[in-house]
């Protein structure tokens, strides 16, 4: 789904005309408070925002959303050339600045290009969400083993480390591995640095 905010009927029409005609979904707005009313910002898409609007600015806008949590990835459209308008909207996270009038196929490319870091942070995001489930099931002490594990330590140096045996050590790693539903040490270290990311 794209979701359109311009002010100007017009481009707000060509536009929607445009992602019809390649077959994408599509809703346009005239004003940011409009899509806030009227859009599902958790649909899989990205956001194709003017960057002068009334009231608001689509570069505010691009604020307020992140102070959201919305992640749907932005591609920005201007009238005017601004160099360091362009320069803010990249550093915030936009996507694409496009400045109107754009071809077709520039911003098509531009859309395309959103949609795709939309459905890969989905992705990244889903398989972060089901690390973290299962490492709640660990037991503090399987935790205290997953992270000397994931360090490179051996068995008998976990267990001096924990101050129990090579045998108890061997019993927490098997569950660890069991429960964190890995086949390997690399795959642990893999979830493990996942799991890093996904804790303040």
């Given at each position: 789904?794209?979701?359109?905010?311009?002010?100007?009927?017009?481009?707000?029409?060509?536009?929607?005309?445009?992602?019809?005609?390649?077959?994408?979904?599509?809703?346009?707005?005239?004003?940011?408070?409009?899509?806030?009313?009227?859009?599902?910002?958790?649909?899989?898409?990205?956001?194709?925002?003017?960057?002068?609007?009334?009231?608001?600015?689509?570069?505010?806008?691009?604020?307020?959303?992140?102070?959201?949590?919305?992640?749907?990835?932005?591609?920005?459209?201007?009238?005017?050339?601004?160099?360091?308008?362009?320069?803010?909207?990249?550093?915030?996270?936009?996507?694409?600045?496009?400045?109107?009038?754009?071809?077709?196929?520039?911003?098509?490319?531009?859309?395309?290009?959103?949609?795709?870091?939309?459905?890969?942070?989905?992705?990244?995001?889903?398989?972060?969400?089901?690390?973290?489930?299962?490492?709640?099931?660990?037991?503090?002490?399987?935790?205290?083993?997953?992270?000397?594990v994931s360090k490179g330590l051996m068995n008998k140096q976990i267990a001096y480390d924990l101050g129990i045996s090579e045998i108890t050590v061997k019993l927490h790693r098997g569950n660890v591995m069991r429960?964190?539903?890995?086949?390997?040490?690399?795959?642990?270290?893999?979830?493990?640095?996942?799991?890093?990311?996904?804790?303040?």
């Amino acid at each position: 789904m794209v979701l359109i905010v311009d002010d100007d009927i017009s481009v707000r029409e060509a536009l929607v005309d445009l992602f019809q005609s390649v077959r994408i979904d599509v809703s346009a707005f005239d004003s940011p408070a409009a899509l806030l009313a009227g859009a599902d910002l958790k649909r899989p898409g990205c956001i194709l925002l003017d960057v002068r609007l009334p009231g608001l600015s689509g570069l505010d806008f691009q604020g307020q959303l992140e102070r959201m949590g919305s992640k749907l990835p932005i591609v920005f459209m201007s009238g005017f050339g601004d160099i360091p308008m362009s320069v803010r909207a990249m550093k915030a996270g936009a996507v694409d600045f496009l400045v109107k009038p754009f071809r077709d196929q520039d911003l098509l490319d531009a859309v395309s290009t959103a949609i795709e870091r939309d459905a890969v942070q989905r992705r990244d995001n889903a398989e972060g969400d089901a690390v973290v489930t299962l490492a709640e099931t660990l037991t503090p002490r399987e935790r205290e083993v997953m992270m000397a594990v994931s360090k490179g330590l051996m068995n008998k140096q976990i267990a001096y480390d924990l101050g129990i045996s090579e045998i108890t050590v061997k019993l927490h790693r098997g569950n660890v591995m069991r429960k964190m539903e890995v086949r390997s040490v690399a795959d642990l270290v893999r979830k493990v640095e996942l799991l890093a990311t996904r804790q303040p």
